[in-house]
């Protein structure tokens, strides 16, 4: 393992996988893990799976800052909520829809 490996392992990847022990990110590890999966062998939709992780992020996160309203029709409201509370920038916001729409 390179240098770099070691710094990105240490300060990416560790406290990633550390977050997720929590069990209210059960759903973003689950697609996580499957995404990863996908990837190592060569199958379908890693992408798929990858971004039903952020999604699910993006509203867990949404709900515990008690920004949820329960009429919300997909990613794009809780994109809003976030950018309205700060959490995001204008540019984040937009690259984010767009990631989102283009999704399947």
Not at 14 to 22: E, G, I, S, T
């Amino acid at each position: 393992m390179t240098a770099a490996d070691e710094l990105i392992s240490q300060r990416v990847e560790v406290p990633f996988w550390n977050l997720l022990n929590d069990a209210r990110w059960k759903n973003v590890d689950h697609d996580m893990k499957e995404a990863l999966d996908l990837r190592d062998t060569e199958g379908r939709d890693t992408a798929f799976y990858a971004a039903k992780a952020l999604e699910s992020a993006i509203k867990i996160i949404s709900d515990e800052r008690k920004l949820t309203s329960g009429d919300e029709r997909g990613p794009a409201n809780y994109i809003d909520y976030l950018r309205r509370d700060g959490l995001i920038e204008a540019w984040e916001t937009e690259f984010l829809k767009a990631f989102f729409s283009k999704c399947p």
